[in-house]
């Protein structure tokens, strides 16, 4: 009996931990059953639900702006926008909005080589309601306005209606939120002199005429700046103003060495979590050059310049210049409306070496003029940096030739800079019709500030300089020009209608446009105007000290036809 007790009491415990196992098995399997049921209603629930990417910081804009597809076919098809006939695609990759107008960065390289480039139109869409696509909506709602110009890979187009979107045709894709001008990676060079790359970018804020700490920064390559996946970033080298010189890794020199498609590249701070600049930036390569190289290169003698609505200025500067040495022009358009196209493709067909590159980006003439110094290495000797209101004068009757002959055996001289002289109105009230070197003659009388003429392998590599004058490498030195050797005549105060155009904007970075009341007395603004475009009563005899007709006597000596008595321009 003892032993049966002892055998039941020894059987509870065991039945009592069956029932607990048994309990904890059904709980698990009505918790997996829970799991799936939720999963199942959750992939219900979401088939419905639009899904988004993971959340990256955007430059959002007054209105969207749309990826567009243009097709362009044999000029005699009537239907230029069908897919047939062996199209050629224009896709719009970026967008960038300016104060008064928008840039479209295409893929295309030659827009103005197109077929019928008049069919190009910038093509305005009203907005959707909630309930209704855009496709939907007639034709009659849409707005085609010709662009302000075609360029290369850009087209530049008139700020639409509020809320009105954006494209280069009739079938809108994928839409783009375009980046601030101000905040931006804008351009970039490949340096095959030591291998680096040039990126050219705004929203860092460096100072003006200072070197930069390189260690605070880093550029970045990628195909898709917004994807961060598989971004190759290097150290920069330099940094100045928005110049940054940064080593280019090998990934990217072979493509550079395959001729691939390049990467787009831009400029972030070395900070953790630092989200790289917007850019719009892919390396354009630079014509290789051999700083030690014995053979001479193809010009002694260029000029840079920038310029904004200077069409009709251009033929009497081209021409004049022509004279006295200058072998080609490089000249960087800032947004012209003139038809800039036209006055430079007329003076090419007259055996000018001018090339017009496309320069929209606003308030950067000091990066401009780096651009340029870059492009014009391999095959200028020397440089001129100038306006077009600015020519170089000779008082007794040398050419640039034979001021740079001077210097040919002394390769230490990187730098040659001349003083400006600033002209008046001259009593003109209007533009003179014979041009402003034999209109205008009245001048200041003390020498204002100066200009430079630079051989492009001296500047330092920073690129640094503020309009006037580069940095020098080490080693390298800068000359004065005696005033009785050669000058510049600037004709910086003209008739009032032509003057006033200064109000609108200036190109320089760090100098403050004429209507910001911001450093009023500088020499940089006109003395005693202000900041409002109004003319003053006696504005015509301002800015009138000394009678100086010597540009204007040797100009009718050499260009007056004898026969008409009409100057060559």
């Not at 020098?472 to 020009?481: C, K, P």
Request: aromatic content about 10%; proline content about 7%; charged content about 25%.
């Amino acid at each position: 009996m003892k032993e049966r007790k002892r055998r039941d009491f020894t059987r509870e415990p065991t039945l009592a931990a069956s029932a607990s196992k048994g309990g904890k098995g059904s709980s698990r399997l009505f918790l997996l059953f829970a799991i799936c049921f939720s999963v199942l209603l959750l992939t219900i629930g979401l088939s419905h639900i639009r899904l988004y990417e993971v959340f990256h910081p955007v430059l959002l804009s007054a209105w969207p702006i749309t990826e567009s597809r243009l097709i362009f076919t044999d000029p005699s098809n009537p239907y230029p926008y069908s897919r047939n006939s062996n199209p050629t695609y224009i896709k719009v990759n970026h967008a960038v909005l300016l104060p008064d107008e928008i840039v479209l960065v295409t893929n295309h390289h030659s827009l103005l080589s197109i077929p019928n480039p008049d069919l190009l139109k910038c093509q305005y869409t009203p907005p959707a309601s909630s309930h209704s696509s855009r496709h939907s909506l007639s034709a009659k709602a849409k707005l085609n306005l010709p662009p302000l110009s075609l360029s290369t890979s850009l087209v530049r187009c008139p700020l639409g209606p509020p809320g009105f979107s954006l494209s280069l045709s009739t079938s809108p894709h994928s839409r783009h939120r375009p980046f601030q001008w101000d905040h931006l990676a804008y351009s970039a060079l490949f340096d095959p002199l030591d291998n680096s790359t040039v990126v050219f970018a705004k929203g860092f804020n460096l100072r003006s005429a200072r070197i930069s700490d390189p260690a605070q920064y880093r550029c970045v390559f990628r195909r898709d700046l917004s994807n961060p996946k598989y971004i190759i970033t290097s150290p920069v080298i330099t940094a100045a103003q928005e110049i940054f010189r940064c080593k280019t890794p090998l990934t990217v020199l072979n493509s550079y060495r395959k001729k691939l498609d390049m990467p787009l590249v831009s400029v972030k701070t070395k900070d953790r979590g630092a989200i790289a600049l917007p850019s719009v930036a892919r390396p354009e390569i630079l014509k290789r050059y051999r700083r030690n190289h014995k053979k001479k290169k193809k010009h002694s003698m260029c000029i840079c310049t920038m310029v904004r609505n200077q069409a009709r200025f251009l033929r009497e500067w081209i021409m004049y210049h022509s004279k006295v040495g200058v072998q080609r022009w490089l000249i960087y358009d800032n947004n012209s409306e003139d038809k800039i196209e036209q006055a430079v493709n007329s003076l090419g067909q007259s055996n000018y070496n001018i090339t017009l590159h496309p320069w929209p980006w606003i308030k950067t003439q000091e990066a401009g003029f780096a651009h340029c110094a870059l492009r014009a290495r391999a095959d200028c000797e020397w440089v001129g940096f100038i306006d077009v209101d600015e020519f170089f004068y000779f008082p007794y009757g040398l050419t640039i030739r034979d001021v740079l002959k001077n210097y040919s055996n002394q390769p230490w001289v990187g730098e040659l800079r001349t003083d400006c002289h600033n002209f008046g109105p001259s009593g003109h009230k209007k533009a003179p019709e014979n041009g402003v070197t034999t209109g205008y003659t009245c001048r200041m009388l003390a020498p204002e500030r100066h200009k430079s003429i630079i051989r492009p392998e001296a500047l330092n590599k920073s690129l640094i300089n503020v309009v006037h004058h580069f940095h020098l490498r080490e080693g390298m030195r800068s000359v004065n020009v005696g005033q009785g050797v050669m000058l510049i005549n600037h004709y910086k105060y003209q008739a009032w209608e032509v003057f006033k155009e200064k109000f609108k904007r200036r190109v320089a970075t760090y100098v403050a446009d004429w209507q910001d009341e911001e450093n009023v007395g500088s020499k940089d603004r006109a003395p005693g105007l202000g900041t409002k475009p109004v003319e003053p009563p006696d504005w015509p005899y301002r800015f009138c000290e000394l009678n100086d007709t010597g540009l204007r006597d040797w100009v009718i000596k050499e260009f007056k036809d004898p026969q008409t008595g009409e100057l060559s321009w």
